[in-house]
């Protein structure tokens, strides 16, 4: 018997699988997905017992048109093969498509980008609701638990509220174009808003409410539409598009409509406040009226001319005191004159060697006088005529 070296029987595995399974269909989920800088995908296929490991190569990989996702159910058409340096057999993929719920999962993906490009879920475009309405439409099962738990809650919070139900089909083939003409026959009646719901299920009994029909109707629709569908984990395509998502069909109606107990207390809060606001603004306009009468206290007329009265008697007492002060002054001005005068006053002066020295009547000093001039000397008891005959300056 030959012995074999490892490479030499992965060769003769690798050629007995390549032409046992040179073209194989097979199902199972996606798991532990590579994308490799080549291009290549790496990802395991699996099923409740087994794994089985896989790859794309690039040439088949840019054919894809979905992404490949963890835990997506798929239908691979490959061939397998033996990678020999590890000794593992794998399939080699042509292509691969979704299988059951996958199928699904990429159609809602693929139209919910198409929308998205559109401009079906942006934001600006949202319409806003009332926050007290009168009038409202339900679109769904008129036979559902969904209706039952909607009318409970507004029955509850806001009984104030005309509702009007739209009964059509919320699964199968014909529910999506049931829920589209209920959508664009209740647009034309003035509803405050519309809610399209239905209670839980598997994404094939949401499945209508993904529908592109559906979509484009809420899309039109000049009312606000609220999309309460399924629990609060479930996202369906009406969700995005819709101008309110709410996670369950009650809560949509605890979403939309005033709380009646809330808003009694609310009321009672409103009046507290504005009884007191008012007690604080009339405690605030004593008091402003009390600094005005107090401004006008010392601002009045009266006050300024009894200002203007002590300002002139002020002014009066001053003016009589600055006068005396003056008088008094000018006396004691005119009483130093007269002593000066009369100081210097020829009668008073001593009576030796002082004379006063006139000419022509008129007194001069006696330094004018030159050689030659005639001069008169006069004291209290004499006057003398004289002549200058010599002068010398003393200094």
Same mark, same amino acid.
């Given at each position: =018997?030959?012995?074999?070296?490892?490479?030499?029987?992965?060769?003769?595995?690798?050629?007995?699988?390549? !032409?046992?399974?040179?073209?194989?269909?097979?199902?199972?989920?996606?798991?532990?997905?590579?994308?490799?800088?080549?291009?290549?995908?790496?990802?395991?296929?699996?099923?409740?017992?087994?794994?089985?490991?896989?790859? =794309?190569?690039?040439?088949?990989?840019?054919?894809?048109?979905?992404?490949?996702?963890?835990?997506?159910?798929?239908?691979?058409?490959?061939?397998?093969?033996?990678?020999? %340096?590890?000794?593992? #057999?794998?399939?080699?993929?042509?292509?691969?498509?979704?299988?059951?719920?996958?199928?699904?999962?990429?159609?809602?993906?693929?139209?919910?980008?198409?929308?998205? !490009?559109?401009? #079906?879920?942006? $934001?600006?475009?949202?319409?806003?609701?009332?926050?007290?309405?009168?009038?409202?439409? @339900?679109?769904?099962?008129?036979?559902?638990?969904?209706?039952?738990? =909607?009318? +409970?809650?507004?029955?509850?919070? #806001? +009984?104030? @509220?005309?509702?009007?139900?739209?009964?059509?089909?919320?699964?199968?083939?014909?529910?999506?174009?049931?829920?589209?003409?209920?959508?664009?026959?209740?647009?034309?009646?003035?509803?405050?808003?519309?809610?399209?719901? +239905?209670?839980?299920?598997?994404?094939?009994?949401?499945?209508?409410?993904?529908?592109?029909?559906?979509?484009?109707?809420?899309?039109?629709?000049?009312?606000?539409?609220?999309?309460?569908?399924?629990?609060?984990?479930?996202?369906?395509?009406?969700?995005?598009? &819709?101008?309110? +998502?709410? %996670?369950?069909?009650?809560?949509?109606?605890? =979403?939309?409509? %005033?709380?009646?107990?809330?808003?009694?207390?609310?009321?009672?809060?409103?009046?507290?406040?504005?009884?007191?606001?008012? &007690?604080?603004?009339?405690?605030?306009?004593?008091?402003?009226?009390?600094?005005? #009468? &107090?401004?006008?206290?010392t601002h009045s007329i009266e006050k300024k001319l009894e200002q203007k009265m002590q300002e002139v008697k002020a002014l009066k007492e001053s003016f009589s005191h600055a006068i005396?002060?003056?008088?008094?002054?000018?006396?004691?001005?005119? @009483?130093?004159?007269?002593?000066?005068?009369?100081?210097?006053? $020829?009668?008073?002066? &001593?009576?030796?060697?002082?004379?006063?020295?006139?000419?022509?009547?008129?007194?001069?000093?006696?330094?004018?006088?030159n050689v030659g001039d005639e001069f008169t000397a006069q004291s209290d008891e004499v006057s003398i005529s004289a002549k200058v005959i010599k002068r010398e300056n003393i200094i």
């Amino acid at each position: =018997m030959n012995v074999l070296n490892v490479s030499s029987l992965n060769e003769q595995i690798k050629t007995l699988l390549e !032409s046992s399974f040179s073209r194989v269909l097979v199902e199972g989920e996606l798991s532990r997905i590579t994308f490799h800088n080549s291009g290549h995908i790496y990802f395991t296929l699996k099923d409740s017992t087994s794994t089985l490991k896989a790859v =794309m190569f690039k040439g088949n990989a840019t054919k894809l048109k979905f992404q490949l996702k963890e835990g997506l159910k798929v239908i691979l058409d490959g061939a397998i093969t033996l990678y020999k %340096p590890r000794g593992e #057999y794998q399939i080699n993929c042509f292509s691969i498509e979704p299988a059951g719920h996958g199928a699904l999962a990429l159609a809602y993906e693929q139209l919910k980008q198409k929308l998205a !490009s559109q401009g #079906y879920f942006e $934001p600006s475009r949202k319409k806003q609701l009332p926050k007290f309405p009168s009038k409202i439409a @339900l679109i769904t099962s008129a036979s559902g638990a969904a209706l039952q738990d =909607m009318l +409970r809650v507004a029955n509850t919070r #806001y +009984r104030a @509220l005309e509702i009007d139900i739209y009964d059509v089909l919320v699964q199968g083939e014909s529910a999506a174009s049931s829920i589209a003409n209920a959508i664009i026959v209740s647009d034309t009646r003035d509803y405050d808003f519309i809610v399209i719901g +239905r209670g839980g299920g598997s994404i094939e009994d949401l499945w209508a409410f993904n529908e592109e029909i559906v979509a484009d109707a809420i899309f039109r629709a000049k009312t606000p539409i609220v999309s309460a569908v399924g629990h609060e984990i479930d996202w369906v395509i009406s969700d995005f598009v &819709s101008d309110l +998502r709410a %996670p369950t069909p009650s809560a949509a109606m605890q =979403m939309t409509l %005033p709380d009646t107990n809330e808003l009694y207390q609310t009321l009672d809060s409103l009046s507290s406040q504005h009884t007191q606001l008012i &007690s604080q603004k009339l405690q605030s306009s004593k008091q402003e009226l009390s600094h005005l #009468y &107090s401004l006008y206290s010392t601002h009045s007329i009266e006050k300024k001319l009894e200002q203007k009265m002590q300002e002139v008697k002020a002014l009066k007492e001053s003016f009589s005191h600055a006068i005396t002060t003056r008088l008094n002054v000018a006396q004691n001005q005119v @009483l130093n004159l007269q002593k000066m005068l009369e100081s210097n006053h $020829p009668k008073f002066k &001593s009576k030796k060697g002082f004379a006063q020295i006139s000419q022509n009547s008129k007194v001069i000093d006696i330094s004018t006088l030159n050689v030659g001039d005639e001069f008169t000397a006069q004291s209290d008891e004499v006057s003398i005529s004289a002549k200058v005959i010599k002068r010398e300056n003393i200094i």
